[in-house]
């Protein structure tokens, strides 16, 4: 079965005049080598005279560009886009001087404050390759993300705020570098008031102190296929895939879905409550708004308890939000504290046009709720990392907003979806299958994973010759709607973020105490999904499992971080396996949820479930 939105030439050129390029592509999209389509091939342009300094010789300099609203520090600013180009400019020119130039790569570990998006900015300033990493990640996945880019420098904030407690973030960087065998030349702290970070002589740099002296850098050109930037991704493995995005592909993609999706423009403003670690923050809090000249608002803190479940639509008030975009966990945090929604009616909302989810499967009755209480379309749409922007939802532009609730909607212009079975036939209509996306990718979606073109075509293009494979499963139904159900691969979601129970596996084998271990995503009313561990000790291993459990539990918050949200671990004698030793983890998962199982027919030893059943009861789960 496909589901096809227009994707021509026309349409990509039409959206690509919405881009200052400093010279003209030669070859619309170039597909010469294989699956990794080159948009706009043989132009130049700079992401980041697009979003800042464009508007500002337009005559924008007074508009407001960015918003930093915090409640876990109780401070706002607004910075216009005149403010932006002075920051932007001058932390370009520290980077420089600190010998930073196009094509290299620099890592940003921070929390979000304004100077995060500056940095962002600054590197696609000079056309370097920038690699946000997400501040709940602990040191080693800081260590592998520096290990496979092998950034220049590194910019980093002392700490980030939570609401429970300061994150000393420079101790992580810290103990990353050390773990990495590569080693950055410079890292510039941004010291925050609430805790100041020590600094290593000789290699960290005050980053207010590097303002001082710091000359305002211009625009470098790139070319339209550069990398703009890495952003790191689970994969089926504990190692992180390195998802590459480029600069035109990426500015006209954006800037079509801002005016054709999310209808969005000049003045207006936008507000993804996401975190600019992940993709969501990259291209809905940083790029897309900026591109097109709206006002975004970055957001320090929580749905829930920073400080209740109605911050999110003061904040809307405040600043009369016209498009909300968040995770569908958001919303299920905000209906479990405010049931009644009392804090929506307390606000007056009245500009907010609909609330757009995406990040994990948005269950109907958070839709129903979400629709009964705030009065307006609540669009659920479907993306990855990968592609960057939205593959499937309903625009909001347009006079028919026509939802089926469970669906994530039709395909976006730019791809053609569909669904097809481990033959590559296409399925009929209702059955699931593998979800897949035809060739070419549109503009934006990922050209490479960095350094790495034979993981890109192994993972992503060879189980179905012609197609991109997500790794979601669905089907569609006879009106073209979508439905993603399930991931097909080890992938788990868990409060909207992506992790990869293999990566978590990884980490738990390597406790001395444990022989095999297996871990699943286990349904949560909040959270969507949580990660749950099931582990065989080794012989000789000590007995006391509350210890050994305890010990996991710290492992997985020390080694991935807390944002893996890792706290259940049982012990059984032998894991249910097939003869041919492959472990039943789905079978495991539906245990733990409570469904019923039919005992597989390729089970090993039956026994083996009773084992799993009672550790799963032993965790309240089941
Ligand atoms: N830096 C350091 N630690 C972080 C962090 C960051 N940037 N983000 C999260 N953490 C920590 C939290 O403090 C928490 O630690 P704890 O175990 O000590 O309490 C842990 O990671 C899990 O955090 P989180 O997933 O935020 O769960 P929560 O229970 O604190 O809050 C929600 C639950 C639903 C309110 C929260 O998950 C949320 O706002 N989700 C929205 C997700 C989102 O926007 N996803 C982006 C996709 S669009
Ligand atoms: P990420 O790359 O972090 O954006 O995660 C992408 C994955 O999240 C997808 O492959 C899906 O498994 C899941 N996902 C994102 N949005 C949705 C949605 N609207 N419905 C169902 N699953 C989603």
Same mark, same amino acid.
């Given at each position: 079965?496909?589901s096809?939105a227009?994707?021509?030439?026309?349409?990509? %050129?039409?959206?690509?005049?919405?881009?200052?390029?400093?010279?003209?592509?030669?070859?619309?999209?170039?597909?010469?080598?294989?699956?990794?389509?080159?948009?706009?091939?043989?132009?130049?342009?700079?992401?980041?005279?697009?979003?800042?300094?464009?508007?500002?010789?337009?005559?924008? +300099?007074?508009?407001?560009?960015?918003?930093?609203?915090?409640?876990?520090?109780?401070? %706002?600013?607004?910075?216009?886009?005149?403010?932006?180009?002075?920051?932007?400019?001058?932390?370009? @020119?520290?980077?420089?001087?600190?010998?930073? !130039?196009?094509?290299?790569?620099? /890592?940003?570990?921070?929390?979000?404050?304004?100077?995060?998006?500056?940095?962002?900015?600054? !590197?696609?300033?000079?056309?370097?390759?920038?690699?946000?990493?997400?501040?709940?990640?602990?040191?080693?996945?800081?260590?592998?993300? =520096?290990?496979?880019?092998?950034?220049?420098?590194?910019?980093?904030?002392?700490?980030?705020?939570?609401?429970?407690?300061?994150?000393?973030?420079?101790?992580?960087?810290?103990?990353?570098?050390?773990?990495?065998?590569?080693?950055?030349?410079? !890292?510039? =702290?941004?010291?925050?008031?609430?805790?100041?970070?020590?600094?290593?002589?000789?290699?960290?740099?005050? #980053?207010? %102190?590097?303002?001082?002296?710091?000359?305002?850098?211009?625009?470098?050109?790139?070319?339209?296929?550069?990398?703009?930037?890495?952003?790191?991704?689970?994969?089926?493995?504990?190692?992180?895939?390195?998802?590459?995005?480029?600069?035109?592909?990426?500015?006209?993609?954006?800037? +079509?879905t801002?005016?054709n999706f999310y209808g969005?423009?000049?003045?207006?403003?936008?507000?993804?409550?996401?975190?600019?670690? #992940?993709?969501?923050?990259?291209?809905?809090?940083?790029?897309?708004? $900026?591109?097109?000249?709206?006002?975004?608002?970055?957001?320090?803190?929580?749905?829930?308890?920073?400080?209740?479940?109605?911050?999110?639509?003061?904040?809307?008030?405040?600043?009369?939000?016209?498009a909300?975009f968040?995770?569908?966990?958001? /919303?299920?945090?905000?209906?479990?504290?405010?049931?009644?929604?009392?804090?929506?009616?307390?606000?007056?909302?009245?500009? $907010?046009?609909a609330l757009f989810l995406a990040?994990?499967?948005a269950?109907?009755?958070?839709? *129903?709720?979400?629709? +009964?209480?705030?009065?307006?379309p609540v669009i659920d749409h479907w993306w990855?990392? %990968?592609l960057?922007w939205p593959a499937l939802g309903v625009p909001l532009v347009g006079?028919?907003i026509h939802i089926k609730?469970?669906s994530a909607g039709k395909p976006v212009t730019g791809f053609?979806v569909?669904?097809?079975?481990?033959?590559?036939?296409?399925?009929?209509?209702? *059955?699931?299958?593998?979800?897949? =996306?035809?060739?070419?990718?549109?503009?934006?979606?990922?050209?490479?994973? #960095?350094?790495?073109?034979?993981?890109?075509?192994?993972?992503?293009?060879?189980?179905?010759?012609?197609?991109?494979?997500?790794?979601?499963?669905?089907?569609?139904?006879?009106?073209?709607f979508v439905?993603v159900?399930?991931?097909?691969?080890?992938?788990?979601?868990?409060?909207?973020?992506? $992790?990869?129970? @293999?990566?978590?596996?990884?980490?738990?084998?390597?406790?001395?105490?444990?022989?095999? !271990?297996?871990?699943?995503?286990?349904?949560?009313?909040?959270?969507?999904?949580?990660?749950?561990?099931?582990?065989?000790?080794?012989?000789?291993?000590?007995?006391?499992?509350?210890?050994?459990?305890?010990?996991?539990?710290?492992?997985?918050?020390?080694?991935?971080?807390?944002?893996?949200?890792?706290?259940?671990? @049982?012990?059984?004698?032998?894991?249910?396996?097939?003869?041919?030793?492959?472990?039943?983890? +789905?079978?495991?998962?539906?245990?733990?949820?409570?469904?019923?199982?039919?005992?597989?027919?390729?089970?090993?030893?039956?026994?083996? $479930? *009773?084992?799993?059943?009672?550790?799963?009861?032993?965790?309240?789960?089941?």
């Open positions: 079965m496909t096809e227009i994707n021509t030439d026309t349409y990509w %050129e039409t959206a690509a005049q919405a881009v200052d390029w400093f010279s003209p592509w030669h070859t619309l999209v170039n597909t010469e080598d294989g699956p990794g389509a080159k948009w706009f091939d043989g132009a130049t342009c700079n992401t980041c005279h697009n979003a800042v300094d464009r508007h500002v010789a337009a005559g924008g +300099a007074d508009r407001a560009a960015l918003i930093y609203e915090s409640p876990v520090t109780g401070s %706002e600013k607004t910075y216009t886009y005149g403010d932006l180009q002075k920051e932007v400019a001058l932390l370009a @020119g520290v980077l420089a001087a600190n010998g930073v !130039c196009k094509g290299d790569r620099v /890592i940003i570990y921070m929390p979000m404050v304004p100077e995060a998006v500056f940095a962002m900015l600054a !590197c696609a300033r000079l056309g370097a390759i920038h690699s946000v990493v997400f501040g709940g990640f602990a040191d080693h996945e800081l260590a592998k993300r =520096i290990q496979d880019a092998t950034p220049k420098l590194v910019l980093a904030a002392s700490c980030g705020i939570e609401p429970s407690r300061v994150v000393a973030y420079k101790p992580l960087l810290d103990s990353a570098i050390k773990l990495s065998s590569h080693k950055p030349g410079c !890292c510039i =702290i941004l010291q925050r008031e609430q805790l100041k970070a020590e600094l290593v002589e000789g290699r960290d740099i005050d #980053w207010a %102190e590097a303002l001082l002296s710091a000359s305002p850098h211009g625009v470098v050109p790139v070319a339209a296929t550069d990398p703009l930037y890495i952003l790191y991704t689970s994969g089926t493995t504990g190692a992180p895939k390195g998802v590459v995005r480029d600069n035109g592909g990426h500015m006209a993609a954006l800037t +079509a801002m005016q969005v423009g000049a003045g207006d403003v936008f507000w993804a409550a996401s975190d600019i670690g #992940w993709v969501v923050g990259h291209s809905y809090i940083v790029y897309a708004p $900026l591109l097109v000249g709206a006002t975004t608002i970055l957001f320090e803190g929580k749905p829930v308890g920073t400080p209740d479940a109605g911050v999110f639509w003061r904040t809307v008030e405040k600043y009369k939000v016209k909300l968040t995770a569908p966990t958001a /919303i299920r945090a905000i209906r479990r504290d405010d049931p009644t929604g009392s804090f929506i009616k307390k606000a007056d909302i009245s500009t $907010l046009k990040g994990e499967r269950d109907p009755p958070t839709i *129903e709720w979400a629709k +009964a209480e705030l009065n307006i990855q990392t %990968e960057g006079a028919d609730t469970g053609t569909l669904t097809l079975d481990e033959a590559s036939r296409p399925l009929p209509t209702g *059955e699931m299958g593998d979800i897949v =996306i035809k060739l070419p990718l549109p503009p934006g979606a990922f050209p490479a994973l #960095w350094q790495n073109m034979e993981g890109y075509k192994k993972a992503y293009f060879s189980k179905h010759a012609g197609y991109y494979l997500t790794g979601d499963a669905g089907y569609i139904d006879d009106d073209g439905y159900m399930a991931r097909t691969d080890d992938i788990i979601n868990v409060a909207g973020h992506r $992790l990869s129970t @293999g990566d978590m596996e990884e980490v738990i084998a390597g406790h001395p105490a444990v022989a095999e !271990c297996a871990v699943m995503g286990v349904s949560d009313p909040i959270k969507g999904m949580i990660p749950v561990g099931l582990a065989v000790l080794s012989s000789g291993a000590g007995v006391d499992t509350a210890v050994i459990g305890r010990e996991i539990v710290t492992r997985v918050r020390d080694q991935i971080g807390p944002v893996a949200a890792f706290k259940h671990v @049982g012990f059984v004698k032998q894991l249910p396996k097939t003869r041919s030793g492959k472990i039943l983890r +789905a079978t495991l998962r539906k245990i733990a949820d409570g469904e019923t199982v039919v005992t597989p027919a390729t089970i090993d030893d039956p026994l083996t $479930l *009773e084992y799993a059943r009672n550790a799963f009861k032993g965790m309240g789960l089941g």
